[in-house]
């Protein structure tokens, strides 16, 4: 198998030949890449298999699954502290 770069990536990835295992730094890109694309698949027949006993999802659950997801999402806290312009 060969691999295309763009000459700049190919220039940019010879520069740091010494310190970059190119052929581990693809195989690991696309274990994760495929493992994705696995889940992607996984998913898609999960929710064809829920269609075809339930029926297809209407726009109003997918709008408020879509509201539910929004408040589920939780956000880190900020470690800066409020400063006061007094």
């Known amino acids: 198998m060969q691999v295309y770069l763009p000459d700049e990536l190919y220039d940019q990835v010879k520069k740091q030949a010494s310190r970059l295992n190119v052929s581990g730094v693809l195989q690991e ?15 898609a027949a999960a929710v064809a298999s829920y269609e075809d006993e339930f029926g297809s999802f209407t726009e109003e659950e997918l709008k408020r699954q879509a509201e539910e997801d929004k408040r589920a999402v939780t956000r880190p806290k900020s470690n800066k502290k409020a400063i006061s312009a007094a």
């Open 29 to 43: 890109a696309l274990v994760q890449r495929l493992a994705e694309l696995e889940r992607r698949d996984a998913l």
